[in-house]
């Protein structure tokens, strides 16, 4: 199993940008898919962007529109995700999680290690 610690959450203003972090220790996190997702009250967790083992292959969120990168540090067993332009529209629980299979996937059933949650506060 693997544990993830995510941080770097914080309230920004709109327009600011922000930088998460996900640690991982144990397991098989540097050969694994991670992906964030994101969860606002009353809303479905949702799929915001996913890196694959080597940090080759990404992929976003429609939503993302170009504002957000998503990067690994295999070496320090870290993953990133650059968020810049940042809208109120964006306040939620960000969580990232480590991937099942081989390749990327915006379903949340196939990731089985999450952390515990960072909050992201966007005010207007």
């Known amino acids: 199993q693997v544990q993830l610690r995510d941080s770097g959450g914080g309230l920004v203003q709109a327009g600011g940008s922000l930088r998460l972090s996900c640690a991982g220790s144990?397991?098989?996190?540097?050969?694994?898919?991670v992906g964030w997702f994101r969860q606002a009250p009353g809303k479905e967790r949702e799929f915001v962007a996913g890196v694959n083992w080597n940090g080759i292959s990404t992929s976003y969120a429609d939503f993302v529109k170009g504002r957000f990168t998503i990067s690994r540090d295999n070496a320090n067993n870290l993953v990133s995700l650059q968020m810049n332009s940042l809208e109120p529209e964006d306040t939620a629980v960000y969580y990232c999680?480590?991937?099942?299979?081989?390749?990327?996937?915006?379903?949340?059933?196939?990731?089985?290690?999450w952390g515990q949650g960072t909050q992201v506060t966007v005010s207007s």
């Open positions: 144990g397991g098989t996190f540097s050969i694994s898919v």
């Open positions: 999680a480590r991937g099942r299979y081989r390749t990327i996937s915006r379903i949340s059933a196939q990731y089985d290690d």
